[in-house]
């Protein structure tokens, strides 16, 4: 089987990462339709499964629990393969407020949202690179089950042009507006056009390039592309292809369809809430889908227009919407044909599963007071049964799999351990100490401060996790009174000023951690060498078994790594917990012993992302204030183009924060020069 993937790498598989690669190799070749890599912390499992791809001749989907994840994922697997096609799609939403209606205040909540456009262009870049070729490879947030437009729709009505086509200028044009290009005689961006004599200049919604058309009567004399900012000729192709601007692609004829469909279901609907005598719900539901209606039959769209997606997709009521997962390509006998990988699927998967009723029990909330047509409920993401049927070959990755992939990858396929870490260190050592003072230790938080101190002497950092965020601070404001420089971090800390305590921390500024649920911090701290997690024989979902073991494998990348559990007796969890940390810590010795391996802290350069946003952000003002004031006064248009190349950059190496600062320079330059 010859790969579509080029992995490039200067490392080697090591440690576990030879047999667990083997042996999920092996597993696909036998079609198991589920294997789990339980891989530890710091044992390299993207560079693994990237191994896994670069065996593949098929598309592949990796799934992420959360957007920061799957961009930094991303980043990774664009490093491992450049020469293919590696895109980020996630919800494009910056910030979403759903509709909803509270009953029991009677209040109303209107959907608000503010549309990331360099996402939604990032969005189509992998639906179009989907359709296109097969050496993909998408990294996705779970937004990745909720409606997207029909493919082969979408397909369809895509634009081919070549050099020679019998076409007018104006019907190209009409082409372009029939799949939501927008005219405009300003700049140019993505999903626009503009005329000018016999040429048109297009940017398609998936990349920031102009294709520029030449007509000489019915007739294209020629086609280029040209570059968005120096508006060089970059090459003059035999033909291009145009997708459209919106994933959701509807003809007249559906539209006529769709808008008999929905008057037949209000109808219906109005005699309901009738003999239900709730004669407001009555009115509201009349009197709003009649706008709606009207809107859509005069300019085609209106505000919550996805409401009515089953009756202008055709779909039958209760089909399941067409979502990323559509636009995988499939075999013969239509079975999916792309490798699904889902990361950190001890939190993915039960994201996955509880997407659908969350959305649910609201829009139906919106459908009995008569806000919305019982078909709104046809929008709205897949039940988990309709995810599963979906996609192909699965394997999951964790430190600590859940209760699902374990059952179906025993059932039907294999478990592959990666314990044995390339580095060579082991997990910490773990002990028991009681909450209450007793003999020698004098309760947990004496106890703690006497390790911190001893971790302290050394150069070493401490971490101590509490089960409040009230605890989080008075315990962090307690250290610095007897001392020890102390800072505590929980949800209410906002992003940047995380990624700041975290720098601060590592740098050595302060020496203990305080916090409350560190584990969605995605933490790398290899200068940590001691854990004190405080009550942790207080059964919950933050001393779960997977909680804990998670939060015991953030000692492991410093050879000193020591967690200390404070607990006045040990429950089920953490003996679990307990147990399987030595089994692995047994495992790792052994191979150490055997190899004669010298375990090394990790040594990791420290970044700090916050100082890299502001150093940018001060090199922006710089500039316009000193280097390119004459040509910000000449030639305010350009200068500002160049600021949006900068800000496209930032975008596809998926530093978003850079992105945003740049975006609102751009505005305030916007401002300055009087430009819309």
Do not use: W
Not at 155 to 180: C, P, T, W, Y
């Amino acid at each position: 089987m010859k790969s579509l993937f080029s992995l490039q790498s200067k490392f080697k598989p090591a440690g576990d990462q030879i047999k667990a690669i083997e042996s999920l190799k092996t597993g696909l070749k036998k079609n198991y339709g589920h294997q789990t890599l339980l891989g530890v912390t710091g044992s390299g499992k993207t560079f693994t499964m990237a191994n896994i791809i670069a065996g593949q001749d098929k598309p592949v989907l990796v799934i992420a629990h959360n957007k920061t994840l799957a961009a930094q994922l991303a980043q990774e697997y664009r490093e491992f393969f450049p020469k293919n096609a590696v895109h980020y799609f996630v919800s494009y939403y910056d910030y979403y407020i759903p509709e909803a209606y509270l009953p029991g205040t009677d209040t109303y909540i209107e959907k608000d949202a503010d549309i990331n456009e360099e996402i939604n262009r990032l969005r189509h870049a992998s639906t179009q690179a989907l359709l296109t070729r097969r050496d993909v490879i998408i990294v996705a947030s779970v937004s990745c089950i909720y409606g997207l437009g029909n493919p082969e729709e979408y397909l369809r009505v895509h634009i081919k042009l070549a050099k020679g086509d019998a076409i007018s200028r104006q019907e190209f044009m009409r082409k372009l507006v029939n799949i939501f290009f927008e005219r405009t005689n300003a700049d140019l961006k993505p999903g626009t056009f503009r005329a000018v004599g016999n040429i048109v200049e297009v940017v398609s919604a998936s990349e920031e390039i102009i294709l520029r058309i030449e007509f000489e009567g019915e007739k294209v004399t020629r086609v280029s592309t040209i570059d968005f900012i120096t508006r060089k000729i970059m090459s003059t192709p035999d033909s291009i292809f145009i997708f459209p601007a919106k994933h959701f692609v509807t003809p007249e004829e559906d539209r006529k369809r769709a808008v008999k469909s929905i008057k037949i279901e209000l109808e219906e609907r109005l005699i309901e809430l009738k003999k239900e005598k709730n004669l407001l719900g009555y009115e509201r539901l009349k009197r709003r889908t009649r706008y709606d209606l009207a809107m859509i039959k005069e300019v085609g769209y209106v505000k919550g227009i996805e409401n009515y997606s089953r009756h202008f997709s055709g779909k039958a009521r209760g089909e399941p919407p067409d979502t990323l997962l559509s636009y995988f390509p499939k075999t013969k006998d239509r079975k999916p044909d792309f490798l699904t990988i889902i990361d950190e699927s001890h939190v993915t998967i039960p994201q996955l599963r509880g997407m659908y009723h969350g959305d649910e029990s609201r829009k139906r909330t919106l459908v009995k007071y008569g806000f919305r047509l019982p078909s709104a409920l046809d929008n709205r993401p897949l039940k988990f049964q309709e995810f599963e049927k979906r996609i192909g070959a699965l394997v999951y990755t964790s430190a600590t799999p859940g209760p699902y992939e374990l059952e179906y990858s025993k059932k039907e396929g294999q478990i592959v351990e990666q314990i044995i870490r390339p580095t060579g260190l082991i997990d910490p050592e773990i002990e028991m100490r009681p909450i209450v003072s007793k003999g020698k230790y004098g309760g947990q938080i004496h106890n703690l401060i006497t390790e911190v101190e001893k971790r302290t002497k050394e150069g070493e950092r401490s971490i101590a996790t509490t089960l409040t965020k009230k605890m989080a601070e008075d315990l962090s404001e307690y250290l610095l009174e007897r001392g020890i420089k102390s800072k505590y971090l929980h949800s209410e800390i906002k992003t940047l000023e995380r990624i700041k305590i975290l720098t601060e921390f590592r740098r050595g500024d302060f020496d203990c951690l305080v916090g409350v649920n560190l584990l969605r911090e995605g933490l790398d701290l290899p200068e940590v060498s001691f854990i004190g997690i405080l009550d942790a024989d207080k059964e919950g979902f933050l001393r779960s078994e997977v909680s804990l073991i998670q939060t015991i494998g953030r000692a492991a990348r410093n050879i000193r790594g020591k967690v200390i559990l404070y607990a006045d007796h040990v429950t089920g969890s953490m003996k679990r917990a307990v147990d399987e940390t030595n089994r692995r810590r047994k495992l790792q010795i052994a191979h150490n012993k055997k190899h004669k391996i010298t375990p090394k802290t990790i040594i990791k350069k420290i970044h700090d992302i916050t100082e890299h946003i502001h150093s940018q952000h001060k090199d922006a003002v710089k500039a316009i204030l000193i280097l390119d004031e004459e040509l910000f006064k000449k030639k305010p248009r350009t200068f500002i183009k160049e600021k949006k190349r900068q800000m496209e950059e930032a975008v596809k190496t998926l530093d978003f924060e850079t992105a945003a600062l740049l975006r609102d320079e751009i505005k305030e330059l916007k401002r300055l020069a009087n430009l819309s």
